[in-house]
């Protein structure tokens, strides 16, 4: 019993110091540090959504897209909405609000949730959306230090941060390989 007490307190203290010593590196530049707050702040403002009831009675409204265009097409507690994944890892089902031609880091156009048994879902990242007509290609809108990018399908530009569920392909992948393909049925 106090061997594993003494382990897990000094586990917590390395975990403590490592963490410390990133968050207080001097060679960590200006703009890192910027967008770090940023990205902290997101996931605190966003956390709020944690239960899709929330995000509904917000305004997020179930994003679905015919099958042809994209995704798999779900029904999730009575919403009829696309989730995406691909071969390199899953990303899930959004719920969207206020896509228009303004983008904001602390009011994410998408809530990004994973699907997991039973179609429970969990908050896992947050999505900003532009519609194409509002952006000139050659200078696309930059978030949190991140040029937005292109979809690959939708006339759209997209960027994710996955602020609710560690990524390790990036933060601002598009694809997480620790989400879970979508259900087939």
Partial sequence: M??????????????????TAWAHSPS???DSKMVRRQLERVEKITSRF???SKAKRAGFVAFAIPEEVGGTLL?????EITCFDSPGGGMGVHYVRHIDD????RDPEAL???VGRHGRLKLVAVEYIIPEEFVDP?????LLGQPMHHHSYLPVYILHAWVHKWNPDGVF???NPRVRACPTS
Avoid: C, Q, W
């Avoid at 003494?6 to 490592?18: D, F, R, W, Y």
């Avoid at 303004?102 to 880091?105: L, N, R, S």
């Avoid at 050659?138 to 930059?142: E, G, I, L, Q, R």
């Fill in 173 to 175: 992948a598009d694809f």
């Fill in 28 to 30: 960590e530049s200006h």
């Fill in 138 to 142: 050659a200078n696309p809108p930059v």
């Fill in 102 to 105: 303004k983008v904001d880091y």
């Fill in 2 to 19: 106090k061997k594993t007490l003494v382990a897990s307190i000094t586990a917590v203290i390395m975990l403590l110091t490592a963490t």
């Fill in 75 to 79: 029904e999730i507690r009575g919403d």
């Fill in 112 to 114: 990004v949730y994973s």
């Fill in 50 to 52: 944690e239960k899709v």
